[in-house]
């Protein structure tokens, strides 16, 4: 039987690995775009990124100062008894001592650090209920950099197709080298103002590698991906053939009067990680299988 000190181990072990070691599909997609790049600047900056995670992997320490703000997203089976959010919070205060995790999370106005990254709804945990026996927890360790960066919009019906894509290119022209790219962008499509923005954040949870189902849709994150790297921004901002080294869109049906749409921005660092904990206390991380 799980218990709330396996899922708070869990959840230390996934931030180490997650600040630490970026999954597969981000790696390939960073030295195809070093292999690509031709101009002496962008191909510099890039080798600087793939050995920046060799150290970070070769030390087992964070590949970016910015440790972010955890954002989970867990899995819980019909049975489950365990307190995992009160699990997931005191996971979190260990991993800022433990891997460490620099301490982000503050009051929105007095701006006050309670120094452990926990404060009212932060760790922010999205939860639901699904059809496994096991808890599935993964975790997003979101900087502030690329963040600042994600707009939204409420779009007309008339702007269609042609609006989403000016929107989106629009926001990583004014984004620029801000959000440290190459970048990869989660792109939110339907339901409402809050709903489109947290589908733009789900989105980056998706393998690079791996197009959406609707094939509509994948055909348009392929235009996008393209035209992104059209724009020459490259890589730190400093020109070349890689601006955004994936993009993900999800979407929900949506008021036949409204297209809201948003965009969340993520840097190159594009860090998140996933565990699985058995009945019989067994993890498995499937996202860092593998990865060395």
């Known amino acids: 039987m799980v218990t709330e000190a396996d899922v708070q181990d869990a959840v230390v072990e996934l931030l180490r690995k997650t600040v630490v070691r970026l999954p597969a599909d981000v790696k390939v997609a960073l030295e ?22 060799a150290l970070a992997e070769e030390g087992v320490t964070p590949m970016c100062q910015d440790t972010g703000v955890t954002i989970f997203y867990i899995t ?36 006050k650090n309670p120094g452990d990254n926990v404060g009212d709804r932060m760790p922010y945990i999205n939860c639901r209920v699904g059809a496994e026996d096991h808890i599935e927890i993964t975790v997003m360790t979101k900087g502030a950099g690329s963040e600042n960066m994600s707009q939204m919009a409420m779009l007309t019906p008339s702007q269609g197709v042609k609006g989403i894509k000016e929107f989106v290119l629009n926001t990583v022209l004014r984004a620029g080298g801000n959000p440290c790219p ?6 939110g499509i339907g339901g409402s103002a809050d709903i489109s923005m947290k589908l733009a954040k789900e989105a980056l949870l998706r393998p690079l590698n ?30 070349g053939k890689t601006t955004a ?48």
Not at 211 to 230: C, G
Request: hydrophobic share 45%; net charge neutral.
């Open 76 to 111: 819980l089976p019909r049975n489950a008894t365990v307190a995992v959010e009160k699990a997931i919070v005191e996971g979190v205060r260990r991993a800022t001592k433990e891997v460490p995790l620099r301490p982000n999370a503050v009051h929105p106005i007095t701006r």
């Open 32 to 53: 195809a775009a070093y292999g690509a790049e031709v101009d002496e600047v962008p191909k510099m900056q890039l080798k600087a990124i793939l050995d920046n995670i």
């Open 182 to 187: 190459p970048m990869v962008l989660g792109v």
């Open 245 to 292: 080294i994936g993009l993900n869109i999800e979407y929900a049906f949506c008021h036949t009067a409204s297209l809201p749409v948003a965009v969340n921005v993520q840097c190159w660092a594009a860090r998140r990680g996933t565990v699985r904990i058995h009945p019989d206390g067994r993890m498995e991380f499937p996202t860092h299988e593998g990865v060395s």
């Open 210 to 239: 791996k197009r959406h189902e609707d094939p509509a849709i994948a055909s348009l994150e392929q235009e996008l991906l393209e035209a992104l790297n059209l724009l020459g921004i490259g890589p730190m901002g400093l020109g």
